[in-house]
């Protein structure tokens, strides 16, 4: 499985997102996605994921309330709407997928197979 994420760029704080992550390859493998960050000097951090079926999500209490994470399984995709951004959203995200069958989504980075690369998500003031 192949992940590419894009969408980041430079926003300002209030302001809004739409980070996009394709998959390809062996995407039939895939149950869970997820979203992580790293911002510098910082340990990557749990954003938010989605079952495959899209019944259960799971946030990060930073994000709650104010990103929402979907997918688009005929497409491949898995998108991380983000909204009333604040400067410590600042970092790259990484889009993350598991290929192991889970009724709920997890957390630990651990648990996910396969990454894409970064993309840069900057907030200014």
């Known amino acids: 499985v192949q992940l590419q994420a894009f969408g980041g760029g430079l926003v300002q704080a209030g302001g809004s997102l739409r980070l996009s992550c394709a998959a390809s390859?062996?995407?039939?493998?895939?149950?869970?996605m997820g979203w992580f960050r790293q911002a510098p000097g910082k340990e990557r951090e749990f954003v938010a994921a989605?079952?495959?079926?899209?019944?259960?999500?799971d946030y990060a209490e930073s994000v709650e309330g104010r990103f929402f994470i979907s997918r688009d399984n005929a497409k491949n995709m898995v998108y991380l709407q983000m909204t009333s951004l604040k400067l410590e959203d600042t970092a790259v995200y990484h889009c993350?997928?598991?290929?192991?069958?889970?009724?709920?989504?997890?957390?630990?980075?651990?648990?996910?197979?396969?990454w894409g690369q970064g993309t840069q998500v900057t907030v200014s003031s």
């Open positions: 993350a997928a598991e290929r192991v069958w889970r009724r709920h989504v997890v957390r630990a980075s651990s648990s996910y197979d396969d």
């Open positions: 989605i079952t495959r079926g899209g019944g259960n999500r």
């Open positions: 390859g062996q995407t039939s493998d895939i149950y869970a």
